[in-house]
């Protein structure tokens, strides 16, 4: 562990263990190495992404994070196999890929909307309210993954009735 200005960086999990191709995707590249920062700087590194890519078609966002969630998995699995340890708190992987599905729900093409959804993500990300902590249990990268899937969409379902109900009184 290295200390830099008041944070600490961590070595990657399975260093030696587990090859960079996969604690690289698994870290958010280097960002769930970032104590005390971990998955806020991950999820907040993807503000800019989000602005740039909200008005491209629809389906490339939720296919981008799929994409993310299923390479999340692999090496969230990976990792476990090769250390011991579920779910290795510098992997932040699954919080980018739970904060990109709940994103597009949202489909807001501005910082105003994604800031405040990434704070109340990493509230009840870390709140871990019922029944994250029972997903958690599933075996391998699948609890990794889906125990934060389920904050975002929360949220972002909660925000598009939302959205659609003062849509609907306006219109």
Same mark, same amino acid.
């Given at each position: 562990?290295?200390?830099?200005?008041? /944070?600490?960086?961590?070595?990657p999990?399975?260093?030696?263990? %587990?090859p960079?191709w996969?604690?690289?995707?698994a870290?958010? /590249?280097? %960002?769930?190495l970032?104590?005390?920062?971990?998955?806020?700087? %991950?999820?907040?590194?993807?503000?800019?992404?989000?602005?740039?890519?909200? =008005?491209? =078609? =629809?389906?490339?966002?939720?296919?981008l994070a799929?994409?993310? /969630?299923i390479?999340?998995?692999?090496?969230?699995?990976?990792?476990?196999?090769?250390?011991?340890v579920?779910?290795?708190?510098?992997i932040v992987?699954?919080?980018?890929?739970?904060f990109?599905?709940?994103?597009?729900?949202?489909r807001?093409?501005?910082?105003?909307?994604l800031?405040?959804?990434?704070?109340l993500?990493?509230?009840f990300d870390r709140?871990?309210?019922?029944?994250?902590?029972?997903?958690e249990?599933l075996p391998?990268g699948?609890?990794?993954?889906?125990d934060?899937?389920?904050?975002?969409?929360?949220?972002?379902?909660?925000?598009?009735?939302?959205?659609?109900?003062?849509? =609907?009184?306006?219109?």
């Amino acid at each position: 562990m290295e200390h830099v200005s008041g /944070f600490y960086v961590l070595s990657p999990p399975g260093d030696g263990l %587990a090859p960079p191709w996969q604690w690289l995707p698994a870290t958010w /590249f280097g %960002a769930g190495l970032v104590v005390p920062l971990r998955a806020g700087l %991950a999820v907040f590194a993807l503000v800019p992404l989000l602005l740039a890519t909200i =008005r491209l =078609r =629809r389906y490339l966002q939720p296919l981008l994070a799929l994409d993310i /969630f299923i390479l999340g998995v692999h090496v969230s699995s990976a990792i476990e196999l090769a250390t011991g340890v579920k779910d290795d708190r510098s992997i932040v992987v699954d919080e980018v890929a739970a904060f990109l599905i709940g994103a597009s729900l949202i489909r807001q093409p501005c910082w105003t909307m994604l800031v405040p959804f990434a704070g109340l993500f990493l509230f009840f990300d870390r709140l871990k309210p019922w029944p994250m902590a029972h997903v958690e249990r599933l075996p391998s990268g699948w609890g990794v993954m889906l125990d934060d899937l389920f904050p975002a969409l929360l949220i972002g379902v909660a925000h598009a009735l939302v959205k659609h109900v003062r849509n =609907r009184r306006s219109g």
